[in-house]
T-cell receptor
Framework: SQKIEQNSEALNIQEGKTATLTCNYT??????LQWYRQDPGRGPVFLLL?????KEKRKERLKVTFDTTLKQSLFHITASQPADSATYLC???????????FGSGTRLLVRP | EAGVAQSPRYKIIEKRQSVAFWCNPI?????LYWYQQILGQGPKLLIQ????????DSQLPKDRFSAERLKGVDSTLKIQPAKLEDSAVYLC?????????????FGPGTRLTVT
């Protein structure tokens, strides 16, 4: 069956450390993978997109990697801040379909 | 630039009642999406419009859910009759177009509670 898996347990880290979130998928062949941030009571906000032929993408303190062999994406936040505390969602987009398929998200807590 | 607008923000109804949600996408965005997000889960696509035509409604429970996008701008999502399991946040999103890696812009959502 097709699955997108993100850690269901919250990731709790100290301010200043690097947070690494994982997105694994099975039986999908995504053309793109996107990462979104969602705060309580709000809609998701787009952060980064990476294509299947890209290995890594960076934006300020954020870095995303995409390994189509392992079927995994890693999302890194360097020098994390309490303001980075939120739920982070990965989403797959297939070439054959226009829709985004979301994982269930991982909650990140950054302690001051 | 104004974001995606949704109303109402909260709605409480009894089962078997009907409810409607409204969405106004970002100006110029051709594609509009309705998602259902159950607590603890990621958003699940219910229906996708390209202008005022339906691109994908494969996961829309058509016996009780309906949606329309008149004139390719605003959209409404209706549930009739509601069931307890419809309790969720209903998110509207828009993007420039359906094709290509276009990011989606989400509204704040409508939290529906069915009692």
């Amino acid at each position: 069956s097709q699955k997108i898996e993100q850690n269901s347990e919250a990731l709790n880290i100290q301010e200043g450390k690097t947070a690494t979130l994982t997105c694994n998928y099975t039986n999908y062949s995504p053309a793109y993978l996107q990462w979104y941030r969602q705060d309580p009571g709000r809609g998701p906000v787009f952060l980064l997109l990476i294509r299947e032929n890209e290995k890594e993408k960076r934006k300020e303190r954020l870095k995303v990697t995409f390994d189509t062999t392992l079927k995994q994406s890693l999302f890194h936040i360097t020098a994390s801040q309490p303001a980075d505390s939120a739920t982070y969602l990965c989403a797959l987009r297939m070439d054959s379909s226009y829709k985004l398929i979301f994982g269930s998200g991982t909650r990140l807590l950054v302690r001051p | 630039e104004a974001g995606v607008a949704q109303s109402p923000r909260y709605k409480i109804i009894e089962k078997r009642q009907s409810v409607a949600f409204w969405c106004n996408p970002i100006s110029g965005h051709a594609t509009l999406y309705w998602y259902q997000q159950i607590l603890g889960q990621g958003p699940k696509l219910l229906i996708q419009f390209q202008n005022n035509g339906v691109v994908d409604d494969s996961q829309l429970p058509k016996d009780r859910f309906s949606a329309e996008r008149l004139k390719g701008v605003d959209s409404t999502l209706k549930i009739q009759p509601a069931k307890l399991e419809d309790s969720a946040v209903y998110l509207c999103a828009s993007s420039l177009a359906a094709g290509g890696p276009h990011e989606q812009y989400f509204g704040p959502g409508t939290r529906l509670t069915v009692t």
